[in-house]
């Protein structure tokens, strides 16, 4: 259905956005005096940031190759069995730390991060420590080898010694390692050293629990110095430890640090009185994090009282919470579903590290074990929930966005006889948001508006209106299809010497995104000839013509794909020209040069042996954070795409919600809206994402 032409569109011009993305002090050295964690009482002076810029120059462009980390994991053990020395105390230490370490960033994300949609860390930042959290785990592991052969009674003394040699390792720490980092920490903030080494710690101004083990390599060996008395000291006095005490002490000492750098607030008298021997004792994330806030100040471990003997103590107070609109409030629902293993993988709660970026690709998998698996952990997820609750976001400072999936898999989109099951899950998640938050506007995501499932949405809204409960509720169901036909179209026209084409190949012409920008091209460009790969013809006009040939798309220029086919297709439509040519300047015996995919989710065909061929992904839009404050938050998290960037289908529903659209966006696509929606999208800051060619 068209939006109607009297409705008045009654929205604000966009705000001129008074913050970037902010945590990474690699973005920019003064994103950290926009951070919106910071009140105009706390928030650090340009003096207190002078040196921030020195800092990124040298670490900014650090880029770790992970490619080995497995082999450099396992490199223990083979030196352990060489030397022979055990490895159980190595190996189980170390995997202790990694699950308690991750473990640790998944409950912070559910707990804490996943719906602030004012504390966004960048891409960057995220990709950087993802590469080095593990690097200071892998260091102890080595760092142990040498100690087992020179004091193995350091670690395989009586078991009965586990108790007291505890007590011994925690005074140590208190009277030994808490003086000791202080001193360090100080040296650390050396201008020469901070250029060499704790700059890059410095890096993330906003944290995550596990930027605390994020240090420069050579940092590490630092740290073992300052640490490693803890449990030494003891058994230089008494020759006795063991280690399951030095592998406790150092579990815990990492969750006690991985809880400096966690973005909460926790301000109990009992910390924060200054009659409180506590406020001395034990420090509070707001305490850490006002060291990553001012640099100079709060230099003390866990125990702030080295700071106020030394006057570097500092009050700091975070303050972003305290600003995010009720957690009831809920705007918009984007109703997505699981996209396979990849997704699994991709998803924040799992890891957040790979949140952002191309899905990963099982070449080796095929598809219908992939699949399977999928079909039997959903299978699994639905005997305890119906639906799983994404992050939250903002839209335009005023508005709370939400993606919501519901536990359906790529078989329950294959399988016929399980379309109706879908469709049902999709109205009973309509209902239970709007009993729980009023909310009125839902968006369908990929195959949940599938034309063979629901008629492209147009069967759940068939389905509310033949609810009793909901039918007068104002329940608006969007596809978000007409943004997608309008991204598609300004896509292909903004090409170079697009005007002078004569004709281009479309795969998935006949369906409603496709058929829609056909036809619009046909009205612009009237010149264009269309050929179209379906055996149904359902676009009538003298520019069009059909063909079942899928190696005919070799003889144009531009081809568009709209429709997942099997890879095998094209390898076998492309066989006989792979390889005609091997050098971009020679002539080929095939025309193409450019396909262009709006395919979800996008999968890169095989091209080997075609130089002269690109394949690009199109359809992606990108916000702009630094001018606009149309979408804040977590709205580009686990969909395969780069940080800032957004589906047209996800967008356009964003913009309905934002200009209080009355209508339903389901079955066809309305030409006469794209031009409407674009101009909304730019309006808001959104633009396609520029093409690489």
């Not at 080995?68 to 030397?83: N, V």
């Not at 009277?175 to 040296?187: C, N």
């Not at 529903?653 to 209080?660: A, H, V």
Request: glycine share 6%.
């Amino acid at each position: 259905m068209c939006m109607p032409t009297s409705k008045k569109a009654s929205v604000v011009a966009p705000k001129l956005a008074t913050v970037s993305s902010v945590g990474d002090a690699s973005s920019s050295s003064t994103a950290i005096l926009a951070n919106n964690a910071y009140d105009s009482n706390t928030r650090p002076t340009k003096d207190d940031t002078k040196h921030f810029k020195a800092v990124t120059s040298t670490h900014s462009d650090h880029v770790r190759n992970t490619n080995y980390d497995l082999y450099w994991f396992l490199g223990p053990a083979l030196i352990c069995h060489l030397l022979g020395t055990p490895i159980h105390a190595i190996y189980a230490i170390g995997i202790a730390r990694i699950i308690s370490t991750r473990l640790t960033i998944t409950m912070h994300y559910l707990l804490v991060d996943k719906d602030n949609y004012l504390n966004k860390l960048p891409q960057k930042q995220l990709e950087r420590e993802g590469n080095d959290y593990l690097v200071g785990t892998m260091v102890h592991m080595y760092a142990q080898i040498p100690l087992q052969l020179l004091f193995p009674a350091m670690f395989f003394s009586d078991a009965s010694v586990i108790g007291v040699s505890a007590y011994r390792a925690f005074w140590a720490h208190v009277l030994l390692v808490e003086p000791l980092y202080y001193a360090a920490h100080r040296w650390l903030h050396i201008p020469e050293n901070m250029k060499a080494m704790h700059g890059f710690h410095h890096l993330s101004i906003s944290t995550l629990p596990s930027t605390s083990l994020v240090q420069n390599f050579h940092e590490h060996f630092v740290y073992i110095a300052t640490f490693g008395p803890a449990f030494l000291a003891p058994f230089l006095m008494f020759w006795e430890m063991h280690w399951t005490v030095i592998g406790a002490y150092l579990v815990l000492f990492d969750l006690i640090n991985a809880y400096g750098h966690m973005n909460i607030k926790y301000r109990h008298p009992i910390f924060t009185s200054k009659y409180s021997p506590f406020q001395y004792l034990f420090y509070t994330p707001e305490f850490h994090l006002g060291h990553h806030a001012f640099f100079r100040a709060n230099y003390a471990l866990f125990m702030p009282m080295w700071d106020h003997m030394f006057g570097t103590w500092r009050p700091y107070t975070k303050t972003d919470n305290e600003r995010l609109l009720p957690i009831k409030q809920q705007d918009f629902v984007f109703i997505g579903h699981n996209a396979g293993l990849a997704h699994f993988i991709t998803c924040p709660e799992w890891d957040i590290y790979a949140a952002y970026g191309p899905f990963r690709t099982f070449k080796y998998l095929p598809y219908q074990v992939e699949f399977l698996f999928c079909n039997m952990v959903g299978f699994f997820c639905r005997v305890f929930m119906s639906a799983y609750t994404c992050s939250r976001y903002m839209i335009n400072d005023e508005l709370i966005g939400r993606v919501i999936c519901i536990c359906r898999t790529p078989i329950d989109y294959i399988n016929p006889k399980r379309y109706s099951l879908v469709n049902k899950d999709i109205v009973k998640l309509i209902k239970t948001q709007y009993e729980t938050h009023g909310t009125q506007c839902f968006g369908l995501g990929n195959l949940n508006k599938m034309k063979q499932v629901n008629d492209g949405g147009k069967l759940i809204s068939d389905m509310i209106e033949a609810d009793s409960f909901l039918r007068d509720k104002g329940i608006k169901v969007w596809t978000g299809d007409t943004m997608t036909a309008a991204s598609v179209y300004h896509q292909l026209i903004d090409l170079p010497d697009f005007d002078s084409l004569e004709s281009i190949y479309f795969v998935g012409a006949n369906g409603k995104i496709g058929n829609a920008v056909c036809k619009h091209l046909l009205t612009t460009k009237p010149n264009l000839k269309i050929k179209i790969y379906s055996l149904s013809h359902t676009l009538d006009h003298p520019n069009v013509t059909y063909t079942s040939d899928l190696a005919d798309l070799l003889n144009h220029k531009v081809v568009v794909l709209g429709k997942q086919l099997s890879l095998r297709k094209y390898a076998k439509a492309l066989a006989p020209a792979r390889g005609a040519s091997t050098k971009k300047s020679q002539l080929t015996p095939y025309k193409c040069r450019l396909i262009l995919d709006y395919t979800v989710p996008y999968t890169p065909i095989d091209l080997k042996g075609f130089h002269n061929i690109e394949h690009h992904q199109i359809a992606v839009l990108e916000t702009s954070p630094n001018t606009s404050n149309f979408l804040k938050g977590h709205f580009d998290i686990g969909f395969g795409l780069e940080q800032h960037q957004i589906y047209p289908c996800h967008a356009g529903c964003i913009l309905n919600t934002l200009y209080q659209r009355e209508t339903n966006e389901v079955g066809e696509i309305c030409v006469n809206d794209m031009m409407t929606m674009w101009k909304r999208g730019m309006e808001q800051g959104l633009r396609n994402r520029p093409l690489k060619l």
